[in-house]
């Protein structure tokens, strides 16, 4: 039950703005997980999705990588909408470190993975 407390927080920091207690939250839930033995793999995924794009907000391109890294993977187990974000997420990562050949990978799997699974990405103003 802590962990899902602290979810509910760091989400509320994060839609305020208030990226670095987000960024800690989202941390904090981490090290709660990693001590509990098994659990839902989709939360820790949105989890790690989280502190990813908040981190890619506060310019920490490091731990955002990590974070969306560790989201992928799990992911990968049931590609859908989800795994396609993530792997956008990357690309957008990449980008911002001038790695310019594994953010066009990134965006093509992600375009690959709506594509099988059948979701069309929305385009902003449709």
């Known amino acids: 039950m802590a962990t899902q407390s602290l979810y509910h927080l760091a989400l509320s920091y994060e839609k305020s703005g208030n990226l670095e207690q987000a960024a800690l939250q989202f ?8 001590r509990q033995v098994g659990g839902n793999e989709a939360k820790l ?43 956008e997420t990357f690309g957008a990562i990449c980008e911002r470190t001038d790695r310019g050949e594994e953010a066009a990978s990134a965006y093509e799997r992600a375009r690959e993975v709506r594509k099988i699974a059948g979701i069309a990405r929305r385009e902003a103003g449709a």
């Not at 506060?58 to 792997?87: F, K, M, N």
């Open 27 to 34: 941390e904090n839930m981490l090290r709660l997980r990693e």
């Open 45 to 87: 995924a949105k989890v790690h999705h989280h502190l990813a794009r908040v981190c890619l907000a506060l310019g920490r391109l490091a731990r955002a990588g990590e974070a969306v890294q560790s989201e992928i993977l799990i992911l990968e187990r049931a590609p859908g909408a989800e795994l396609a974000s993530a792997l």
